[in-house]
């Protein structure tokens, strides 16, 4: 059985960091795009970051960018989000997801083609 599991999030004051991770088991990851979306309360789910399965590409929300980086291990079980410079803002549940197939890079960051999501985790940045 396929699990996205991530980990890492949490309380932190403005201006700090926070390194998500997700753990991917249960199946082969090697052809997958993989990222990250999140959900603020009250509004709807955004993609924050992807990856390829090449690590050829990789792409950012412009809320975020020069703020966040992702990366993956050469394994491809693991993806991480670098956050630093967090702001009240990127408060929210942060949600890994893999989407199946080596053409599908362009269809997660519009949050189609996702065949596998994660039960997500917290960050609260407070002010």
């Known amino acids: 059985q396929v699990q996205l599991v991530e980990s890492g999030g949490g309380l932190v004051q403005a201006g700090g960091s926070l390194r998500l991770s997700c753990a991917a088991s249960?199946?082969?990851?090697?052809?997958?795009?993989m990222g990250w979306f999140r959900q603020a309360p009250g509004k709807e789910r955004e993609i924050v970051a992807a990856?390829?399965?090449?690590?050829?590409?990789?792409y950012y929300t412009d809320s975020v960018k020069g703020r966040f980086s992702i990366s993956r291990d050469i394994a491809k079980t693991m993806v991480y989000l670098q956050m630093n410079g967090l702001k009240p803002e990127d408060t929210a549940v942060y949600y890994c997801?893999?989407?199946?197939?080596?053409?599908?890079?362009?269809?997660?960051?519009?949050?189609?083609?996702?065949?596998?999501w994660g039960k997500g985790t917290l960050v609260t940045v407070s002010s």
């Open positions: 997801a893999a989407a199946t197939g080596y053409n599908n890079y362009y269809a997660l960051i519009r949050g189609e083609a996702i065949n596998y």
């Open positions: 990856i390829s399965w090449d690590f050829g590409s990789t």
């Open positions: 249960g199946g082969t990851f090697n052809s997958h795009t």
